[in-house]
């Protein structure tokens, strides 16, 4: 019933930029917390930000803040993920998450599949 759908990854050379989109179906969108997380080869899955419903409320992981912006467009039931600066650190799975409460856990209901992203020297 409910899907998530990342896309937008690729490879990008350090300092450069990517957007990430996360279409959302099977759910009332803009009643839902949205968040990203990221997984590095052979590394636990960390919290990358979170955006509430309205947008009011958003999180940003240190190693992400100013660099990264989380948006959303609830009339096309779309989270998107603007990435800048971007540094081989960043590497990694990108996944989307729903759920009804903002947090910076892992304890969300629903997951999309996921978008790679890989930054070069």
């Known amino acids: 019933q409910v899907q998530l759908v990342e896309s937008g990854g690729g490879l990008v050379e350090a300092g450069g930029s990517l957007r990430l989109s996360c279409a959302a179906s099977?759910?009332?969108?803009?009643?839902?917390?949205m968040a990203w997380f990221r997984q590095a080869p052979g590394k636990e899955r960390e919290f990358v930000a979170a955006?509430?419903?309205?947008?009011?409320?958003?999180y940003y992981a240190d190693s992400v803040k100013g660099r990264f912006t989380i948006s959303r467009d609830n009339a096309k039931n779309t989270v998107y993920l603007q990435m800048n600066n971007l540094k081989p650190e960043d590497t990694a799975v990108y996944y989307c998450?729903?759920?009804?409460?903002?947090?910076?856990?892992?304890?969300?209901?629903?997951w999309g599949q996921g978008t790679q992203v890989t930054v070069s020297l």
């Open positions: 099977g759910l009332t969108f803009s009643t839902y917390v």
């Open positions: 998450a729903a759920d009804w409460r903002i947090s910076t856990g892992e304890d969300y209901d629903y």
């Open positions: 955006m509430s419903g309205s947008g009011r409320y958003t």
